[in-house]
């Protein structure tokens, strides 16, 4: 499946053992955006910024718990899925109570990420209404714009066809002028003979 991972290419990427790699995807499976193609599992490339993000995390001492937290601080989003899951198992009762803490934490941490994207999105919508009133503004001018330069071409037309006329004239007084100038010389020379 092009562009998703498998385990060994997030062991390769992120640099950490395989059953760490293996750890930490049972652990933030919440985390960890993956697709299931029959019994393989594949991992979206976000993964690896999050595996990343739990790396730096483990190496400065974080527990699990800190850890969860930080991750939704940061923006990660929450496989919804994966968190009513972890609820069910929880409420099924095989987990402990620690892990239904962490659970309904991580639960809450996803509605208020939820409740930013929903801001998120609204300040979005918000900006593409603004841009394309601003578009629409745009649009009148460039309509504008065109009918001013088409009055303009009309009226280059019409001075290319006076220059045209001017230019014939031109050539045409020209012409009487040698012609003139012609004839008077040849009166000229006839009334130089008669002196």
Request: net charge negative.
């Amino acid at each position: 499946m092009d562009g998703l991972l498998r385990k060994k290419d997030l062991v390769e990427s992120v640099g950490v053992a395989k059953s760490t790699i293996a750890d930490w995807v049972t652990e933030y499976h919440v985390f960890i955006p993956s697709l299931k193609h029959g019994a393989v599992t594949y991992y979206k490339p976000e993964a690896l910024d999050v595996l990343n993000a739990i790396r730096e995390l483990r190496e400065q001492n974080y527990s699990k718990v800190q850890i969860m937290e930080l991750l939704a601080k940061r923006g990660f989003p929450v496989t919804v899925e994966e968190a009513v899951e972890d609820v069910e198992r929880v409420l099924s009762g095989a987990d402990s109570r620690d892990t239904l803490l962490t659970v309904m934490q991580t639960m809450g941490q996803a509605v208020v990420e939820i409740g930013k994207q929903t801001e998120r999105q609204n300040r979005i919508e918000t900006r593409i209404e603004e841009h394309s009133e601003r578009m629409d503004g745009q649009d009148g001018r460039i309509a504008e714009t065109a009918d001013q330069v088409a009055i303009l071409r009309h009226v280059v037309e019409e001075m290319q066809q006076q220059l045209i006329a001017a230019q014939v004239e031109v050539a045409a007084a020209k012409q009487e002028a040698a012609e003139a100038k012609e004839q008077a010389s040849k009166r000229r020379g006839l009334f130089g003979w008669f002196r």
